[in-house]
């Protein structure tokens, strides 16, 4: 075809998408023999690729070869039933389906008039989100693609009220967080100008939860010193191991002294869909805003997060984009959700939700969700019952934090770290580590659609018998 | 399934992923029988989505009707050969079959050691496009995911390198961008934290050209004002009429005062995959930074912006995420991408690219963009026949805007609105209108893989039958 104009050839796309569509659908069903984390060493991949784009086309045969033959192999599967690490990122068959659909429209949902129904849609998932983890209908929802975006949102408006009500400089505002709070926290509060030296990490407690004497503290001394304290980010559910911030407490705090808080919720306000988990968002009302990811736990593709903000004309003071060539007759009786965030163009998100709720149900979602919950809990009792192992933390997330006690003198985060490593290599289950008071620990996450209970009980043997023959 | 834990079924999948194959695939021969955009009003959409979310599954025959039936209806169809609105949105066959298998593997692209494919793909690829458009090895590539994220890339890092090197504080500094610049770039400034104040937008010239006689004087004045410039961002391809700022004279300027360039080539920036069209990028080599949207000419599927930037040890000073969870021994020797823009979380975006880029060839996609200019040119010289029409501004980047010059005392802006809304209640075509120099015009933009020269004599057909009906 070189040279010609590309036309848009609706059979051999057909041809091709069919192709495509088997190979998925093999993929799934032979995820569990591929290694969990490639073993690739940096520049392995990139030395296939030629250094110069190509001046013709290639056929659609040799591109999926090539696809599978470079690309495939430099993959970390992080649905394969053996993957553990970090935090589940999921695909299920019916958010497949949705973001094909979604890739083949290829429409806008910046404004309510380029897609009517993508922006209808996403107020509805937004709404049924909203009720299936008991927040109450004072908050309004809009997709951000991450938690790290949906948590930015929440900083600079909360920056632009303390300016506007308070008059201000960005330079006298201060930011807190726990120290466990994910990266995306101290690292947004930077990108909306706080000050480096003023975005503060308060010490938690053995559960990784917030102390509130540290934060009350810390605010005395700020405004002691000048500086105005903003906002709060209390995390439900820290990264390292599922802490959770006493969010009420927090809550009445920021009440009663003006600042915003915003709950970055994202792997464990999935948890909230269960009645007997609702407990982990109690105080979230209280809130300004909150994150939660249906692309961690919900069987949602990434990405997709969930963005709950009480204040929308506040929101809309700080995101607002305004141009003649975005303006439409109904503007004053939609929601335009390009001046709901960061980004004007904005990807057709509400689909996959629409498709994996009325897919599963919530009733089908809760009980995977008391199954990841139910597996974590019976790992942390195999880990119990076994004296060379120490647990760390809760396990009432489907995350469980552990280490090797070590005997005598050892260096306990060395042998950890190798255990960890020694692990990671026989590609056959992968885990993250990540340190705790200081400690190493080794971390199993689970949330996946392809983990059963016999997947777990490969795992923990596995990790008994290199523990073992160590 | 109603209570069950759901399971991976690659079976149930594939049969239903086939069924979705075909639905694309009839979606793209049949879509110009579509109405482009719905006949639409507020709330119809959401009137047909039940209010709580369903506690029991439903089948996927029952999806797909329902999609068929309430989303379908509800869309604006940016792919239709008869949609010139905003700016063109591409999907292409290759892009979509990549989006297929990027859901489907369900990857994360944070980290290098996340899956080092998709890194190091993303690496290649934007090495490909560096070359394509004919920028200097002194740039570097990432993906992000729009131009409204890359320029709020650009201007935190030029924020944050004033900051630091001359020690003011951002309540100081200034930005420049012309009055044309797109809604994203004094939004991107004002999230960055610059007081909106002092977010300057320059006036034009007759061309929508940044004038510099104007901008020089402004950064004049808030030098004496004890104001600190920081950032100019040059358009090339202004969203309204593709105006191109003076790149190479703001370049200079630059330089020789310490401002950050960024250059927002969103659209037009493809152009330059053209030898015969390069110019629209001279002066490129002195910015800063630069981002084109692949997704917008080059057929690959949105969300896909192309940011390049000169300095990455400042980007990841401003951008850097750590946590000892993200740590890989590998971090000295690889490029980790959540230290290069907003999010921690990132798609395999690089796959589509290199679906589409191999698929046609540079040759390919010259030829497509080379085309579209042709229609450009064409549409503008029906217009220049047609004494009822006035013909505002370039033709040259495949983007037309015009209007009726009307007769005698007639009001110039109403008669205009009047056809803009008359051609798009057709649903036949669509245009979308600006205000250029104060007077309301209709703009015509191409782009797409599916319109034709024979679809745009239909516009046009379309367009003058409405004119002489009025």
Chains 1, 2 share one sequence.
Request: charged share 25%; aromatic share 8%; net charge negative.
């Amino acid at each position: 075809m070189s040279g010609e104009v590309p036309r848009l050839d609706s059979e051999e796309f057909r041809r091709e998408a069919h192709r495509v569509a088997d190979w998925i659908a093999d993929y799934f069903r032979d995820l569990a023999g591929y290694r969990v984390q490639p073993d690739a060493s940096p520049g392995a991949i990139a030395r296939q690729i030629p250094a110069q784009p190509p001046r013709e086309g290639t056929s659609p045969d040799r591109i999926m070869e090539d696809f599978q033959r470079i690309v495939v192999p430099g993959l970390t599967h992080w649905n394969h039933p053996g993957f553990y690490g970090y935090f589940p990122a999921n695909t299920s068959p019916p958010s497949v389906l949705a973001e094909m659909l979604v890739a083949g429209l290829g429409v806008q949902g910046m404004s309510w008039s380029t897609s009517p129904a993508a922006t209808e849609l996403e107020q509805a998932m937004m709404s049924w989100l909203r009720q299936m983890i008991g927040l109450p209908e004072t908050f309004t929802g809009v997709i951000q693609d991450t938690a790290s975006s949906a948590t930015l949102v929440a900083l600079i408006t909360a920056r632009d009220r303390s300016i506007a009500d308070l008059g201000v400089s960005i330079d006298r505002l201060t930011v807190y967080a726990s120290e466990e709070a994910n990266s995306s926290v101290p690292k947004g509060a930077r990108l909306a100008g706080v000050r480096p030296g003023q975005v503060r990490l308060i010490p938690t407690d053995d559960q990784a939860a917030m102390r509130m004497d540290a934060l009350e503290a810390a605010m005395a001394r700020d405004r002691e010193a000048g500086l105005v304290p903003c906002c709060v980010v209390a995390t439900v559910g820290t990264t390292g191991s599922t802490g959770i911030d006493p969010v009420a407490t927090i809550g009445s705090l920021c009440r009663e002294t003006g600042l915003w808080l915003h709950i970055d919720a994202a792997f464990a306000g999935s948890a909230a869909i269960l009645p007997e988990m609702r407990w982990v968002l109690e105080g979230a009302d209280q809130a300004d805003s909150l994150v939660f990811n249906p692309h961690k736990w919900l069987l949602v593709n990434f990405d997709c997060s969930a963005y709950f903000v009480r204040d929308t004309v506040a929101l809309r003071r700080s995101f607002g984009a305004t141009a003649e060539i975005l303006r439409n007759p109904q503007d004053d009786r939609v929601a335009n959700f390009r001046d709901w965030g960061i980004q004007l163009g904005r990807r057709f998100r509400a689909l996959k939700l629409w498709f994996v709720i009325r897919s599963y149900g919530v009733e089908g979602l809760q009980a995977m969700v008391r199954e990841h919950i139910r597996l974590g809990k019976l790992f942390a009792s195999w880990l119990d019952s076994d004296p060379r192992f120490e647990r760390i933390g809760t396990a009432e997330l489907a995350t469980v934090c552990f280490r090797l006690r070590g005997e005598g003198s050892v260096d306990r985060d060395a042998i950890n770290r190798d255990l960890l490593r020694r692990i990671n290599e026989t590609g056959r289950i992968f885990l993250t580590g990540t340190v705790l008071k200081g400690r190493f620990v080794l971390r199993l996450a689970l949330g996946h659609l392809s983990s059963t209970e016999a997947h777990l009980e490969e795992a923990w043997s596995l990790i008994r018998g290199l523990v073992g023959a160590s």
